[in-house]
């Protein structure tokens, strides 16, 4: 299955973390099994593609269903809301606070500049030194207040996350992952804080403006100005001037003139205009509003949408271009992208009748100088035994029979020749190479010979080692087993131990 | 069969199961020096996502061969009969148990299986083992036979000559110490056996390579996690004001150093599992000595920390204070002592943040660690922190022994069986040999995971991955 080329969205990346902390205690293999049935056998596609089809995948499985993505992203849109609201609220009252005109005193300017455009701007600067220097970053306790609250924030996000206390706990624990991977996420979380906050600023600038235009619009505004400073009506004429170069040339009623600054000084002492104008100069006095109005919505409103906009994209764009190369991803990739393959037996094995633990024969008794019959078992070398036979278990040999190979008699007819080959005292010995098993021809042989030659007939397996050596220790314990299975008391084990 | 299938036939006690074993990596299989063990035909399906490819077919072992042959050689058939004569004797046995065994191994090969024969190449050659040869030739399916040696010798040079007579192809192949090149090897052969097979055989080698790709990728990421993991961790204790901190040490350092060798542990079998070894066990020397105490509870390390922190500041405030003064010295006090009330304050407060910065790597850090902190210093109270292990050998320990294991189970054979013992590596077995470069990058490397440096976690996996691939060459 191809996967093309698709965005993770921040869900997606909640749900990635998430899962891969579940899956931590988990085997490879069983990984690897479940991912690649899970995405139908990808071969194909970005990075991003991948894990995202495999989310999806795995969002449709049973175990993926409770993925804390979307709920993460659902408390985060909350939280926005909320915060929206927030920003509403303060900026419509604090707007009428400022601009509160109860008819005995005017609304003074500066202190409209200062609290909707001077706050506005130093906490604006404040902003983009620290993201500049962002030293809360630096892990300094006292210093990092911003993570402190990010922390808060989150913590608070899992809290609002419907569901039992398990899965609050989980999304603790995977908000605490990301946190932990700043390479990866750090950039990423700072812009999605960042872009709360500024709908916080848009909010408030927009509350602050509704406010404003409500009172210009329902009540008869006066404004004035006045200080103890030595600043004349043409030094706050300039100040007015500058804070209105940006729209000067798109709404120049919006521009104060020297006669309006002159017209509202106002004294306290007095309780009256400077000038003293009288009412002319109250009503005048109105015309600093759309100066006002303009100068929150160039110096409050257009830099937040601004700065969220900012905040937007970047966040977007940090999303788009994850880079997705870390240890773990790559091993979920590794087993997205591979084939699982399987090489072990399916089903259970049956095993066979193993006999546990030594079983010693009898030793056959010692050589008197009788006689024996040879019988050869599959090539046994008869140049090698036959020589040796004296010193190993004390008998001549007096007739030689080869057994176990397609040429020659049957079992029958070859025991049968055996037991007419061997006198009353014979010993019967079948000399077989140690390192061969006794398998089940050969146990059939010894059976059929015991039957032949009744129960008290020494039958004596002589074993020969391979080459010079004499039989192991092991393959002689092989051989008392099996021939120990047998139940036979007249059925002896000899291994022959050569000279060098 | 519609896809490739390999029987694994011989006489008992050849080392079928071994050869099987090694070849499907399956440790589960009965492998006994009992003759007979195996009495059933039991598949091992080699499939790609689910797709068998080929299968192998561990088989009962011949025990009467000369009897189904002369059988066969009775009937007189002509060269283009004898599959059919084997299909017989196999229909005329099938309730036999006396030819149980060879009904069962010629049953899949009549099927159109491809017979991979196993010989003991450590013994001597013997003519009667020509009687399985012959009857595997009647049956008329590609084969090839494989010298497995069982023991020390090697008659190898004597079996050949008869082997080349009745086998397209030979191998020699050691269940036991094959590698798994080797192993691609033999599988290359397998698709020459029959051009039918190639596709389906090239299919799954390649899958198997890629597999064995992803496996030391994985056992690279399991390696580096335990070395980021040991090298960053820390258990802290507060401990009551006025107790001896001997008593809260003891226990601490047994958690500390049983929580290594746990992980360690935990590390040790995910790499076995990885690679599908699940019976075999690995007996190594655990962690002790030098590369865990000697270095890890420096007396200067733990008397640090054991000062409290109003000690600290007050050893800060006064060294700030003496400084100040100097300097309220040098102006001849004109400074009216404000150089030594600055310097107080600023070298108590530098004092104070080296304790937040300390009990924070402790405890979590952050503003609340901080106010925590605080609250600690006004009762007195002391906070033992042990680790991380600062050791300079200790990673370099770790890593040694890491690799050691996993070069042993990466190379072990899935037939071989029991414990596997491995040397007591301390820093002087596969580090030993690395380039001065390569140990000069480790080094940095495990300096800036202890420091925890953005991606020096990732990057110490790579470094990890292609020691490995020198380890592991696939």
Redesign the interface.
């Known amino acids: 299955m191809a996967i093309g080329t698709r965005r993770l969205g921040l869900a997606d990346v909640v749900d990635l973390e998430a899962q891969l902390a579940r899956d931590a205690g988990t085997?490879?293999?069983a990984l690897?099994r479940r991912d690649?049935a899970l995405v139908g056998?990808a071969t194909s596609g970005d990075r991003a593609g991948l894990v995202k089809g495999w989310l999806e995948a795995l969002r449709a499985s049973a175990a993926g269903r409770d993925l804390p993505g979307r709920a993460v992203v659902r408390a985060l849109r909350t939280v926005g809301a909320l915060l929206v609201l927030a920003g509403l609220v303060v900026g419509s009252s604090t707007a009428t606070l400022v601009l509160g005109y109860d008819g005995a005193r005017p609304v003074n300017v500066w202190d409209v500049l200062l609290v909707l455009v001077g706050v506005q701007l130093v906490l604006l600067a404040l902003l983009l030194v620290s993201l500049a220097a962002p030293v809360g970053s630096l892990?300094?306790?006292?210093l990092?207040?911003s993570?402190?609250l990010a922390?808060r924030l989150w913590r608070a996000l899992a809290q609002r996350s419907p569901g039992v206390d398990a899965r609050q706990r989980e999304i603790a624990a995977v908000v605490a992952r990301v946190r932990a991977r700043q390479?990866l996420y750090g950039r990423l979380e700072t812009w999605t804080l960042f872009a709360l906050t500024q709908a916080f600023g848009v909010a408030f600038n927009v509350g602050a403006l509704v406010a404003f235009l409500r009172l210009v619009t329902f009540t008869d505004l006066v404004f004035a100005w006045s200080t103890t400073l030595d600043v004349d009506a043409g030094a706050f004429h300039r100040i007015a001037a500058v804070l209105a170069t940006p729209w000067q040339q798109v709404v120049p009623d919006a521009v104060p003139g020297l006669d309006l600054v002159e017209a509202t000084r106002w004294s306290r002492l007095t309780g009256a205009f400077v000038g003293g104008a009288g009412p002319a100069a109250s009503v005048r006095a109105g015309g600093w509003w759309r100066f006002l109005l303009l100068a929150v919505i160039t110096y409050g409103l257009v830099p937040r949408l601004c700065t969220l906009t900012l905040a937007t994209l970047r966040r977007r764009w940090l999303l788009g271009r994850l880079p997705l190369?870390?240890?773990?991803v790559?091993?979920l990739l590794?087993r997205l992208s591979?084939?699982?393959?399987?090489?072990?037996?399916?089903?259970a094995?049956?095993?066979?009748?193993?006999?546990a633990g030594s079983r010693a024969l009898p030793r056959p008794p010692a050589g008197t100088g009788g006689s024996c019959v040879l019988v050869l078992w599959?090539?046994t070398p008869r140049a090698v035994v036959e020589p040796e036979l004296p010193r190993g278990v004390g008998s001549g040999v007096r007739t030689v029979f080869e057994a176990?190979?397609?040429?020659g008699p049957?079992?029958a007819a070859l025991v049968s020749a055996i037991a007419s080959a061997a006198d009353g005292d014979d010993r019967l010995l079948v000399a077989c190479?140690s390192?061969?098993?006794?398998?089940?021809?050969l146990l059939?042989l010894v059976a059929e010979l015991r039957r032949a030659v009744g129960l008290r007939r020494w039958i004596v397996v002589v074993l020969v080692g391979?080459?010079s050596r004499p039989p192991t220790a092991?393959e002689v314990d092989?051989w008392s087993?099996?021939l120990a299975s047998l139940a036979d008391p007249y059925t002896a084990l000899a291994p022959l131990m050569r000279a060098p | 069969m519609s896809t490739p299938a390999f029987a694994v036939v011989g006489r008992v006690n050849k080392g079928k199961s071994s050869i099987v074993s090694t070849l499907a990596e399956d440790d589960s299989v009965r492998i006994e020096p009992e003759p007979g063990t195996t009495v059933e035909v039991r598949a091992y399906p080699v499939m790609v996502d689910g797709e068998v490819l080929f299968t192998l077919l561990d088989t009962p072992g011949f025990q009467r061969a000369g009897e189904v042959l002369a059988w066969l050689e009775a009937r007189q058939p002509s060269a283009a009969d004898r599959p059919a004569a084997v299909r017989a004797f196999v229909d005329a046995h099938a309730g036999d148990p006396r030819f149980g065994d060879e009904c069962r191994l010629l049953a899949p090969i009549l099927d159109g299986a491809g017979v991979l024969y196993v010989v003991d190449g450590a013994h001597p050659y013997r003519p009667n083992y020509e009687e399985e040869m012959e009857i595997l030739r009647w049956t008329g399916r590609p084969r090839m036979a494989l010298v497995n040696r069982i023991g020390a010798g090697d008659a190898t040079a004597e079996w050949r000559p008869a082997l080349d007579q009745f086998f397209t192809f030979v191998r020699e192949f050691d269940a036991h110490s094959v590698t798994f090149e080797e192993r691609v090897a033999l599988l290359r052969a397998f698709r020459e056996l029959d051009p039918g097979w190639r596709d389906a055989m090239d299919r799954a080698i390649a899958a198997l390579i890629a597999e064995r790709h992803r496996r030391r990728r994985e056992a690279a990421r399991v390696i580096g996690g335990l070395l980021a993991d040991a090298l960053t961790f820390a258990l802290a204790a507060p401990v009551a004001p006025g107790a001896p901190l001997d008593v809260e040490r003891g226990p601490l350092e047994r958690r500390f150093h049983d929580e290594l060798r746990a992980r360690e542990e935990r590390a040790r079998r995910e790499v076995e599992a990885l690679y599908g070894h699940r019976v075999a066990s690995w007996q190594a020397v655990a962690m002790q000595g030098t590369a865990l105490e000697g270095d890890l509870f420096a007396l200067e390390v733990w008397e640090i920390l054991g000062l409290t922190p109003g000690q600290l500041v007050g050893a800060g405030a006064v060294s700030g204070a003496v400084v100040g003064g100097g300097i309220d010295a040098a102006v001849g006090g004109a400074s009216i002592f404000t150089g030594t009330v600055l310097g107080g304050v600023l070298g108590g407060g530098a004092a104070l943040w080296s304790v937040g910065r300390r009990f924070a790597r402790a405890s979590g850090g952050g503003l609340v660690s901080t106010l925590r902190d605080a609250q600690r210093y006004l009762e007195g109270g002391r906070m033992v922190r042990i680790g991380p292990h600062r050791g300079p050998a200790f990673p370099w320990v770790l890593l040694d022994r890491a690799l050691v294991h996993y070069r042993s189970v990466a190379t072990l054979a899935h037939a071989r069986r029991g414990t596997v013992t491995l040397p007591a590596a301390q820093g002087e077995g596969i580090v030993a040999q690395l380039g001065t470069v390569e140990r000069a990058r480790l080094e940095r490397l495990f300096q800036r995971v202890r420091r925890r440096s953005g991606d020096a976690r990732d990057e110490l996996v790579e470094r990890i991955g292609k020691l490995l691939e020198g380890l592991d060459p696939v």
């Open positions: 085997g490879a293999d690897h690649r056998g892990g300094v306790p006292l990092g207040l993570r402190w922390q390479r190369d870390d240890v773990e790559q091993g590794d591979l084939p699982v393959v399987s090489t072990r037996a399916g089903a094995e049956v095993v066979g009748e193993v006999v599959r090539d176990g190979g397609r040429r049957g079992v190479e390192w061969e098993a006794p398998d089940a021809a059939e391979a080459g092991a092989l087993r099996r």
